[in-house]
Structures are given as structure tokens and as C-alpha cells.
T-cell receptor, first 110, second 116 residues
Framework: GENVEQHPSTLSVQEGDSAVIKCTYS??????FPWYKQELGKRPQLIID?????GEKKDQRIAVTLNKTAKHFSLHITETQPEDSAVYFC?????????FGAGTRLTVKP | NAGVMQNPRHLVRRRGQEARLRCSPM?????VYWYRQLPEEGLKFMVY????????ESGMPKERFSAEFPKEGPSILRIQQVVRGDSAAYFC??????????????FGPGTRLTVT
């Protein structure tokens, strides 16, 4: 089955800096790659996603890039703010099977 | 649209009791997924259901755990004879029919199960 690895496990940045989180996946048939943000004690919330036929997608301060050949995708957050502090999960989906990375705890210091 | 609903939000059970967790998907969604999240850990897939069908239960423990999504009513995750290791947050997610989506999933608020 699909295996998703996520790095780093923790990330601390200064407010205003950029943050990058990277994920790799194992199944080349994976065709959908969402990113979720989970604040402490809350539900995971979908923040951005990308399909395998697209290389990059941007939504305001958030962007995701996908390299199908290398089987990795990344989340980029620019101009970070303290409210961006949360745990971020990547995921990869093939057919009905969605597998999540282990999560990255992002801390944005004011 | 009320979003994905889960109840109860918090559930305390003694070892050996049964736990029943309920999930109502978003309106128009026909796919339900259950995930378990241990403290400080990621989301582990448990089971994927459509109405009256279990599509994929590869993440479910072989014993004590069962799930259903009846024609009427919410999806139920049932844990029999709970043990302390079952203490976790259980999230339900739903997604629209495949023809209408890329497969995006929307999560409920979770049920936090504590086994004492």
C-alpha cells in the first residue's frame, strides 16, 4: 500500500519568514495530494490540495508543489503569522486509499 | 450545511465496556472514513464505508472493532471490551460521490475516548 513520509517533524520560524514542509510517497498511482492543518484539540482542516496533473497550486500565502517523477510534494507558507502555528499533515490518495504523513508541528514566533 | 457531525465529543469508558461512536456525514456525501489519532501522533486510517457497504477495512484491528453505515442514520464505530490502549481521538471524515470530487475529505470534530 501507499506509504507517506513527512519532514521535518517540528519546524520553528520567525514571524514573516517562510516555512516549507516536504512529503514523499511510494505509490506512483497516487493522484491526489491534500494538506491539512490541525490546531490543538481541533479537527484537521483541508487548506490546499493538488491533483497529479498539476505541478503547482497557490492560494494567497500557501502554495503546494508536486514532482511526480521524484514522488514528492511540498507545502510552502510565506509571510508566516503566529496563527499559522499548528500541526500540518500531508496525504496521498490512490483509488479509495488516503494515507497521511506523521505531521509537522509548525511554531511561528512573534 | 452543518458539516460532519460526530457524537459524543468526549466519551469515558471503563475497561471491558463498549464504546459507540457516531458520525453523520455532510449532506450529499456518501463516503465515510474513520481515523484514529493517538496523542501527539498522526491520523491512522481505519475503515472506509459507503451506505450499507464496507469498502476497505484494512486499518481496523481484527478483533473488538467494527463499523457500519446503515441505509438510514449515522455511521457507527463500535469498540467492544475497550482497553486503555484504545484511548485516542477518533475522527470521521466524509467526501462527496467520486464523480463530484477529487476525493477531498472533510473531518468531523472528533470523539475523544478515554478508557479508565
Amino acid at each position: 500500500g501507499e506509504n507517506v513520509e513527512q519532514h521535518p517533524s517540528t519546524l520553528s520560524v520567525q514571524e514573516g519568514d517562510s516555512a516549507v514542509i516536504k512529503c514523499t510517497y511510494s505509490d506512483s498511482a497516487s493522484n491526489y495530494f491534500p494538506w491539512y492543518k490541525q490546531e490543538l484539540g481541533k479537527r484537521p482542516q483541508l487548506i490546499i490540495d493538488i491533483r497529479s496533473n498539476v505541478g503547482e497550486k497557490k492560494d494567497q500565502r500557501i502554495a503546494v508543489t508536486l514532482n511526480k517523477t521524484a514522488k514528492h510534494f511540498s507545502l510552502h507558507i510565506t509571510e508566516t503569522q503566529p496563527e499559522d502555528s499548528a500541526v500540518y499533515f500531508c496525504a496521498a490518495k490512490v483509488d479509495n486509499d488516503m494515507r497521511f504523513g506523521a505531521g509537522t508541528r509548525l511554531t511561528v514566533k512573534p | 450545511n452543518a458539516g460532519v457531525m460526530q457524537n459524543p465529543r468526549h466519551l469515558v469508558r471503563r475497561r471491558g465496556q463498549e464504546a459507540r461512536l457516531r458520525c453523520s456525514p455532510m449532506k450529499g456525501h456518501s463516503h465515510v472514513y474513520w481515523y484514529r489519532q493517538l496523542p501527539e501522533e498522526g491520523l491512522k486510517f481505519m475503515v472506509y464505508l459507503q451506505k450499507e457497504n464496507i469498502i476497505d477495512e484494512s486499518g481496523m484491528p481484527k478483533e473488538r472493532f467494527s463499523a457500519e453505515f446503515p441505509k438510514e442514520g449515522p455511521s457507527i464505530l463500535r469498540i467492544q471490551q475497550v482497553v486503555r490502549g484504545d484511548s485516542a481521538a477518533y475522527f470521521c471524515a466524509s467526501s462527496p460521490p467520486e464523480a463530484l470530487s477529487m476525493g477531498e475529505q472533510y473531518f468531523g470534530p472528533g470523539t475523544r475516548l478515554t478508557v479508565t
